[in-house]
């Protein structure tokens, strides 16, 4: 083989490998997947558990998230001190695998001002076996005790709430955002979202309440309730049998 072919062929294996390189480079790059709800270099699964970014600069991605995944903690109004009580999963349980799961997962109310406590476990219903009975989400009231959430403040002639920072942060990031797009289910918590907050003319006035709100968490006192978590008197419900 002479020396001027040689040359010739390494420069053709030069290019291909180059082509190839690129070719490999562009496969790696985030491609939207309507299935499985691709945002950034992961991928967000309706039901396990994936932690991911929703936003990138100032286009929000919702991935579907159910209002059930901000159920890991739930600030409330303590029934025994009036102060900031939470809400969480009952210590000792097996590592949450599903965000199904917490529609049924054993809670415990703890209070960090008087040392209240109580627990919570799914009921279950009399017939078809004694199957588990989810809890009903939305609205400013804990889905597991009934409390009245810490996070709730009037906005816009209506009522804004939370049940914590996280879900703060993603109200936050979805009203502020100048273009919104859904790569997951339309019955997320987002696409439930009352229209009123999605208003552009709202949007200054929903960011003020969500500072707010953010700021009510570092005021967990009594005499720091919010005016909005009292509750009518039309609004209370007895004490569900199964807490202790």
Known sequence: MGWPLLMKLLKVRAILGEELTS???????????????WTGHRR????????????????FFDPGRSLIAYTDLVYVVCPACGGQA?????????ALRYYS????????LVCSQ???????????????????????????????FGRPLWLQ???CGQLLWAYNASHLDVLQSYVAADVRERVGAASSMLGRLPA?????????????????????IRRPAADD??????????ERVPRPSHES
């Open 23 to 37: 070719d490999k480079n562009r496969s790696r790059q985030p491609r939207p997947n309507l299935q499985t709800g």
């Open 44 to 59: 967000v699964h309706h039901d396990r558990v994936v932690v991911t970014n929703d936003v990138r600069g100032e286009r």
């Open 86 to 94: 939470a809400v969480v999963p009952r210590p000792g349980l097996p």
């Open 101 to 108: 799961e917490l529609w049924f997962r054993p809670r415990r």
């Open 114 to 144: 008087c040392g209240a406590n109580r627990d919570w476990v799914t009921p279950q219903t009399q017939s078809s076996g004694g199957a588990l009975i989810g809890v009903a989400l939305g609205g400013p009231k804990d889905p597991f």
């Open 153 to 155: 403040t009037p906005c």
């Open 196 to 216: 009123w907050i999605k208003k552009a003319n709202h949007r200054t006035e929903v960011l003020r309440s969500i500072d707010r709100l953010r700021g009510q």
């Open 225 to 234: 309730r919010p005016a909005a978590s009292y509750e009518r008197p039309e």
